[in-house]
C-alpha cells in the first residue's frame, strides 16, 4: 500500500481509470507464484531489475514443482534455482552467462541457449519459444497507470506482451526511464509491492594493463563518434580516456556508471549522431545507484528492446559507429571466442556480432576487440596459435576487425592469413611472440620473408 499512498491521498481524474484495477491486482509474492505450474516456462526480468521476492517465492514452492524452466538473460542477485537440490523442480536456461549460474551450466544442472541479442525477442513473438509467466520489476505508475521497466527495458517488454500472465513487482527505487519502457496497470495480472534496493553491479578499478589497452581503443575514436560499449573492464576504462573527446554519442545495449562523468563534461551529448540525435540509446544498464538515479525521469535517455538497439541494420544508421567489445580468445587467423573458455561455457554471444556486423556497415564504422594480450598471470597468451579444443566462434574471421591489446592495434579486415599473423604477433606479448611465429610458419601461414622480428 505505501507505494501509492500518497497518490490515494490526492487522487486526480486522471487516476480514475487504473487505480482501482491497481488496487485489485496487488497481491502477496507468495500468493502470485501459486499460480506458476510443473513445466510452466517462466521469464525473468534480467540485471539489475531482477525481480528478487518474487523468485524467493518460487523458489519456496520447489516441493511442489516439476521441471519449471526458468529463462533469462544475464541477472543479478538471487538465482538459487540453480542449485542442486532444486534440479528436479526448476531447469535454468540461461541466454546470456552470469556468474550465478555459470557453476550450475558446467555441472549440468542449467542450459545455455547460444543467440545473438537482437534475436531474441523472436523466439518469443513467433511461439517458437512461448512463455507462460513473465516475472518483473517495475516503477510505480505515473499518473496514467503507466509503469516503467526503468533499468532495463531488454526483452523485458515484448516478453511481457507475449506471456500468457504478467507479475510484476512495483518498487519506488526503480528509476523511472523514458522511451519505450511502459506497460500500463491493466497489461499486468498481479502486482506485488516491495521496497527495497536494486540489485548493483560494481565495476573494479582499470588496472594497468586494462589502462594501456584503453588508450589504444581511445585513438581510434573520433569526434563525433557514436559508442557502444560491451559487458568489462576495458570498455568501461576506455570511457577514462575520452575526456577530451567532443559531441560523442551512444547506441549501445547496455552501459554502466563511466558513462556519468563525460555527460557532466559534455563530452557524450549526442549532438553528432545520425539518428536519435541528442538521445543516448540503450536497452539496459549495468551499475550502481549513482546510475540509477542519473537515469531517473533523464530526458537524454532513450532505452528502447533489444530487437531494436540491436539490430544491425539500426546500428550501421550511426556515422562513426564505434563498436567496443571484450574477447576471451584471438587465434591467429582472426578468430574471436568471447562466450567460452575451451569447453566451459562463460558468458554468451551477447551484442558482440550485432555491433561489429552494424558498425562494419556505417560510414566511418570501426568494429573493435579489446583484450589483454595474457591470461592466468602473463602465462598464456590470449593471442593463440589456434583456438582452445571446445571453444566457440563468436566473432568470425570475415567479420574481425581491428584486434587490440596493450601493445598496439592489428587491423585484419581484407587482409591475407599471413598478413594477420604477421599483426598478431606484433600485438601478442612479446613472451608469446617467437612461439606464434614459429606456429605460424609451420602452418604455411607465414613465408620465411614475412616472419617477424621479435
Given at each position: 500500500?505505501?507505494?501509492?499512498k500518497?497518490?490515494?491521498?490526492n487522487?486526480?481524474?486522471?487516476?480514475a481509470?487504473?487505480?482501482?484495477?491497481?488496487?485489485?491486482?496487488?497481491?502477496?509474492a507468495?500468493?502470485?507464484?501459486r499460480?506458476?505450474?510443473?513445466?510452466?516456462?517462466?521469464?525473468?526480468?534480467?540485471?539489475?531489475?531482477?525481480?528478487e521476492?518474487l523468485?524467493?517465492?518460487?523458489?519456496d514452492r520447489?516441493?511442489?514443482?516439476e521441471?519449471?524452466e526458468?529463462?533469462?538473460?544475464?541477472?543479478?542477485?538471487?538465482?538459487?534455482?540453480?542449485?542442486?537440490?532444486?534440479?528436479?523442480?526448476?531447469?535454468?536456461?540461461?541466454?546470456?552467462?552470469?556468474?550465478?549460474v555459470?557453476?550450475?551450466?558446467?555441472?549440468g544442472r542449467?542450459?545455455y541457449?547460444?543467440?545473438?541479442?537482437?534475436?531474441?525477442?523472436?523466439l518469443?513473438e513467433?511461439?517458437?519459444?512461448?512463455?507462460?509467466?513473465c516475472?518483473?520489476q517495475?516503477?510505480?505508475?505515473?499518473?496514467?497507470g503507466y509503469m516503467?521497466?526503468?533499468?532495463?527495458?531488454d526483452?523485458?517488454l515484448?516478453?511481457a506482451?507475449?506471456?500468457?500472465?504478467?507479475?510484476?513487482?512495483?518498487?519506488?527505487?526503480?528509476?523511472r526511464?523514458l522511451?519505450?519502457?511502459?506497460?500500463?496497470v491493466?497489461?499486468?495480472?498481479?502486482?506485488?509491492?516491495?521496497?527495497?534496493?536494486?540489485?548493483?553491479?560494481?565495476?573494479?578499478p582499470?588496472?594497468?594493463?586494462?589502462?594501456r589497452?584503453?588508450?589504444n581503443v581511445?585513438?581510434?575514436?573520433p569526434n563525433?563518434a557514436?559508442l557502444q560499449?560491451?559487458i568489462g573492464?576495458?570498455p568501461?576504462?576506455?570511457?577514462?580516456?575520452?575526456?577530451?573527446?567532443r559531441?560523442?554519442g551512444?547506441h549501445t545495449?547496455?552501459?554502466?556508471?563511466?558513462?556519468i562523468?563525460?555527460?557532466?563534461?559534455?563530452?557524450?551529448?549526442?549532438?553528432?549522431?545520425?539518428?536519435?540525435?541528442?538521445?543516448?540509446?540503450?536497452?539496459?544498464?549495468?551499475?550502481?545507484?549513482?546510475?540509477f538515479?542519473?537515469?531517473?525521469?533523464n530526458?537524454?535517455?532513450?532505452?528502447h528492446?533489444?530487437?531494436?538497439?540491436?539490430?544491425?541494420?539500426?546500428?550501421?544508421?550511426?556515422?562513426k559507429?564505434?563498436a567496443?567489445?571484450?574477447?576471451?580468445?584471438?587465434?591467429?587467423?582472426?578468430?574471436?571466442?568471447?562466450?567460452?573458455?575451451?569447453?566451459r561455457?562463460?558468458s554468451?554471444?551477447?551484442?558482440?556480432?550485432?555491433?561489429i556486423r552494424?558498425a562494419?556497415?556505417?560510414?566511418?564504422?570501426r568494429?573493435?576487440?579489446a583484450?589483454?594480450?595474457?591470461a592466468?598471470?602473463?602465462?598464456?597468451?590470449?593471442i593463440?596459435?589456434?583456438?582452445d579444443?571446445?571453444a566457440?566462434?563468436?566473432?568470425?574471421?570475415?567479420?574481425?576487425?581491428?584486434?587490440?591489446?596493450?601493445?598496439?592495434v592489428?587491423y585484419?579486415?581484407?587482409?591475407?592469413l599471413?598478413?594477420?599473423?604477421?599483426?598478431?604477433?606484433?600485438?601478442?606479448?612479446?613472451?608469446?611472440?617467437?612461439?606464434?611465429?614459429?606456429?605460424?610458419?609451420?602452418?604455411?601461414y607465414?613465408?620465411?620473408?614475412?616472419?617477424?622480428?621479435?
Open positions: 500500500m505505501q507505494v501509492l500518497s497518490q490515494i491521498r487522487r486526480p481524474e486522471t487516476q481509470s487504473w487505480l482501482d484495477e491497481y488496487l485489485q491486482k496487488r497481491t502477496t507468495a500468493e502470485a507464484m499460480e506458476i505450474r510443473s513445466r510452466d516456462r517462466v521469464y525473468v526480468h534480467a540485471s539489475c531489475a531482477t525481480p521476492d523468485i524467493h517465492a518460487l523458489i520447489a516441493p511442489e514443482l521441471d519449471v526458468i529463462i533469462h538473460m544475464k541477472t543479478l542477485g538471487c538465482a538459487d534455482y540453480s542449485h542442486p537440490q532444486y534440479e528436479a523442480s526448476f531447469r535454468t536456461v540461461a541466454m546470456f552467462i552470469g556468474d550465478n555459470r557453476d550450475a551450466i558446467r555441472d542449467a542450459d541457449l547460444p543467440i545473438f541479442l537482437h534475436e531474441i525477442e523472436g518469443f513467433s511461439g517458437e519459444r512461448p512463455l507462460d509467466f516475472l518483473l517495475l516503477s510505480p505508475p505515473d499518473k496514467y516503467s521497466f526503468g533499468t532495463g527495458v526483452c523485458s515484448t516478453a506482451r507475449h506471456a500468457r500472465r504478467v507479475i510484476a513487482e512495483v518498487n519506488p527505487n526503480m528509476p526511464t522511451g519505450q519502457t511502459f506497460i500500463h491493466s497489461e499486468v495480472d498481479r502486482i506485488v509491492e516491495v521496497d527495497r534496493p536494486l540489485p548493483e553491479l560494481h565495476m573494479e582499470a588496472d594497468e594493463t586494462q589502462l589497452i584503453a588508450d581511445a585513438s581510434l575514436i563525433g557514436t560499449l560491451g573492464a576495458v568501461d576504462a576506455v570511457l577514462t580516456r575520452l575526456v577530451d573527446h559531441d560523442l551512444l545495449e547496455m552501459f554502466s556508471d563511466g558513462v562523468p563525460l555527460i557532466e563534461k559534455g563530452v557524450l551529448n549526442g549532438a553528432a549522431k545520425s539518428i536519435h540525435v541528442g538521445k543516448l540509446v540503450a536497452g539496459f544498464v549495468l551499475g550502481t545507484r549513482r546510475l538515479d542519473f537515469i531517473d525521469d530526458p537524454l535517455f532513450e532505452f528492446p533489444i530487437k531494436y538497439v540491436n539490430d544491425p541494420f539500426v546500428i550501421s544508421q550511426n556515422r559507429m564505434v567496443i567489445n571484450s574477447a576471451l580468445q584471438v587465434d591467429i587467423t582472426g578468430q574471436v571466442c568471447s562466450d567460452s573458455i575451451g569447453t561455457l562463460y554468451g554471444f551477447g551484442g558482440q556480432l550485432d555491433f552494424g562494419a556497415h556505417s560510414e566511418g564504422g568494429p573493435i576487440i583484450l589483454p594480450a595474457t592466468c598471470r602473463g602465462t598464456v597468451s590470449r593463440a596459435p589456434m583456438l579444443p571446445g566457440g566462434v563468436v566473432t568470425t574471421r570475415g567479420d574481425v576487425h581491428y584486434i587490440v591489446t596493450e601493445f598496439g592489428a585484419l579486415h581484407g587482409k591475407t599471413s598478413e594477420r599473423a604477421v599483426e598478431l604477433i606484433r600485438i601478442a606479448h612479446p613472451s608469446f611472440r617467437e612461439m606464434l611465429t614459429e606456429y605460424a610458419y609451420q602452418a604455411r607465414l613465408r620465411p620473408k614475412l616472419v617477424p622480428v621479435c
